[in-house]
Structure formats: structure tokens, C-alpha cells
């Protein structure tokens, strides 16, 4: 075993379990400072759809790294919403491309400042040096096991191999 490696046997020392406790800090400092108006997932989709307007529905999924069930019921929400607007694609009619309204821009925008004190928050208990080397290495972990997610992300997000 290498010295790096304990048993395992205190579940804090696991890098899974340390993930998903940091996920739901995040998910809890998002709604703090976002608010309720759109869920983590929500927002990611309609930001990504920010950058990727006039993408189908299975595209964006890949670029937000869901799988495409919950990215159609996330879009049909957020559809309601008035946030976006998808049209069926005349050349597939069974995929939809999709847009953002006025009313999505316009939610993305007011949300940035937010965003901004989420990033903050989540990040203050590293220096400046630790934060940036733990979203180089975050980074790395994402990009580097990429594709043992369910729901691998696409290489049209220019950050993963």
C-alpha cells in the first residue's frame, strides 16, 4: 500500500465522500447567495446555453455534463419559466434547438454579483496561492476522470481532453 494510502477505515479520508460534503456546501452557499428563482443545475444549463445559443438539447446536456433525460426536463423548466425557448430542429424533428430569451439574459445577469460572492465564499478558507492550486487540481481530477462519469462532458466545453 502505498504511504499515501490509510485503510480507509475514517470515511473523511475518502475523496469521494469529501466531494459530495463540499457539493452540498456549495449547493447550500448557491442558494444563499443566488437565491430560489433557478437550482445549480438550472443555472449551469442556462449559462452553458449563454455560450452555445442555437445548440440542440442533447449537445447542451453533453456540455453541461448531464444525461440527456435530465437535461430535457431541466430545459422543459426552464422553458417555463420563459428563460429559454426550444424549437423542434425541421432536419431531426426529434431534437429541439434552443435559445435564450430576454428574460434568460437578463436572469443570468442579475445573477452574476451572486455568482461572484459564491465563488468568494466557497473559496475563503484557502489563501489566494491554495485557491488557485485547488481549482488547477480540481480541475485536473474533473478533466483527467472524465470519462468514468455517467454523463462525460463533451470536448466542445475546451476543458477536457
Do not use: W
Not at 426552464?78 to 423542434?88: A, D, M, Q, S, T
Request: hydrophobic share 35%; glycine share 8%.
Amino acid at each position: 500500500m502505498p504511504e499515501t494510502e490509510s485503510t480507509l477505515i475514517n470515511l473523511y479520508e475518502h475523496p469521494g465522500h469529501l466531494l459530495r460534503r463540499a457539493q452540498q456546501i456549495s449547493v447550500s452557499i448557491f442558494y444563499d447567495e443566488m437565491g430560489s428563482e433557478l437550482t445549480p443545475i438550472q443555472y449551469a444549463v442556462l449559462r452553458n446555453l449563454a455560450g452555445h445559443p442555437g445548440t440542440d438539447q442533447v449537445s447542451l446536456a453533453a456540455l453541461t455534463g448531464i444525461d440527456t433525460s435530465t437535461g430535457a426536463t431541466v430545459c422543459a423548466r426552464l422553458e417555463e419559466k420563459g428563460l429559454l425557448e426550444r424549437k423542434v430542429i425541421p432536419t431531426n424533428r426529434r431534437q429541439r434547438a434552443l435559445t435564450i430569451t430576454g428574460a434568460g439574459e437578463q436572469q443570468l445577469a442579475d445573477m452574476i454579483p451572486g455568482a461572484q460572492r459564491l465563488r468568494r465564499r466557497l473559496l475563503a478558507p484557502l489563501t489566494g496561492p491554495e485557491q488557485l492550486q485547488f481549482m488547477a487540481l480540481l480541475t485536473k481530477l474533473v478533466q483527467e476522470n472524465n470519462e468514468q462519469s455517467r454523463a462525460p462532458l463533451t470536448a466542445a466545453t475546451g476543458s477536457v481532453k
